[in-house]
């Protein structure tokens, strides 16, 4: 469990994190509205070397970035607009994991069995506005989250 106390907090988390992901990982992102879920995003992306600031991809609902704008390959999702798993297979995510890395917001609209393998946080708002992440993390991501 982590506690960040405010926004710069969660985009130095999110930059951290991105020294650390590869190609074919997924950071699967959960909490309620408004929690941080998308600033966290834009750390990674941040940290990944995104210069100008990343949109939320609620609308697009996938927000591909390539070389040279991130030094790997991202999709960021963002699946809150589904209303069930199966809306979810014209998107064809797993196909991104063939050569990116797959930040997903709301992974829960996928059900329980969505990427076991996931980098699973999950961030509730304290009552005095600090976030409290905690972390389901899985072997391949075991010796990268000890560095954080």
């Known amino acids: 469990m982590l506690l960040l106390k405010d926004e710069p907090a969660m985009l130095a988390l999110g930059r951290a994190l991105a020294g650390l992901a590869r190609i074919g ?7 309620g509205l408004g929690a941080g879920k998308t600033t966290l995003a834009r750390g990674i992306l941040e940290g990944l070397g995104l210069e100008e600031e990343a949109p939320s991809p609620s609308f697009a609902i996938v927000q591909p970035y390539d070389v040279p704008d991130v030094r790997l390959p991202v999709a960021h999702v963002d699946l809150y607009r589904l209303d069930s ?7 064809a995510l797993d196909e991104y994991l063939m050569d990116s890395l797959l930040i997903v917001e709301w992974p829960d609209r996928l059900g329980d069995g969505a990427w076991p393998d996931a980098l699973r946080l999950h961030i509730d708002i304290e009552p005095d506005g600090a976030r409290r992440l905690t ?9 990268r989250w000890s560095q954080i």
């Open 25 to 31: 990982d997924v950071i699967a992102l959960e909490g």
């Open 85 to 91: 798993p199966d809306e979810a297979e014209e998107l």
């Open 135 to 143: 972390a389901c993390v899985p072997d391949a991501w075991t010796d």
